[in-house]
Every structure is written in C-alpha cells, then in structure tokens.
C-alpha cells in the first residue's frame, strides 16, 4: 500500500522552522476526509480554556486524534492542515507544540509532514476562541 508523500521542492521557499512540507502527494485509493473547523468547545458550545493557546490546541488535538481513529486514520495520513492564531509569536508557538505533543504522544514524526496554511485572524466566532485547526486527510482502504 503507498503512503503518503511529503517533500519540500527547490522551487519553493522552504519551510518555516521546518513546520510543514511544501508538498503532499496523496497516494491512489485513499479517499479524502476534509475536517471542518475545530475549535475548543464542549458539547453546549462553551468555550474551553478562553485566551489560552496551549489549553485550546491541546483540548483541539486531541479531539483530532478521536476523529483520526474514528476514521481508521492517524497524523501520518494528514495530508494539509489549517492552523489559525488570533496572535502569534515564538511563545505562543511553543505554547502550542507542547500541546500538541502532550495530545498526540509518539506522533511528533509526522506532525510536522503536512502542508500547512498559516493563518492570522482578527477573530473567531465567540469570544476567548484564539486557536483552530481544519485537516484534509488521506483515508486509508479498509
């Protein structure tokens, strides 16, 4: 079965910091799942860890890694990520690293492999909201 295909073409500036790749190469017979916005909520829509990056993406990864598993897919067949910041800087980066490492434990090899589109926004839906996430994502055959 083919996997998944990352790579960074000369042509192409290359990647910040090393946090995505330039290209992804979805392989023949995956279907693709595209994941709507996900943001830090609970089941009444109340937002979880308001002004807090870190506590946001950790409660959005790991629900990531739910909806994964629900597909019988996981982070290596992320094929493009859409990460949006109401702010952003080195520590507000870190913040989130550390809590994506934290949601998704063993997966940081291939966190980093996806495309990615980077996004700053003036704001989000409800107030406190300052981090979301969108994938498309390569499903493997059953």
């Not at 990352?6 to 017979?29: E, K, W």
């Not at 002004?51 to 290596?76: F, M, P, R, S």
């Amino acid at each position: 079965m083919s996997t998944v295909q990352h790579s960074n073409p000369s042509g192409a500036v290359p990647p910040y910091r090393d946090l995505f790749s330039s290209v992804t190469i979805v392989p023949p017979n995956n279907a693709l799942a595209y994941i709507s916005t996900q943001w830090a909520g609970d089941r009444d829509s109340n937002v979880l860890h308001p002004d807090d990056y870190h506590g946001q993406a950790k409660v959005v990864w790991t629900n990531i890694g739910t909806i994964l598993g629900e597909l019988g897919a996981g982070v290596k067949d992320v094929v493009h990520r859409v990460v949006k910041f109401k702010e952003f800087d080195d520590e507000i980066g870190r913040a989130v690293v550390t809590a994506v490492m934290e949601a998704l434990p063993g997966e940081d090899e291939y966190w980093w492999q996806s495309s990615l589109s980077f996004v700053q926004v003036a704001g989000f839906h409800k107030p406190g909201i300052v981090y979301t996430v969108e994938l498309i994502v390569a499903v493997p055959p059953k």
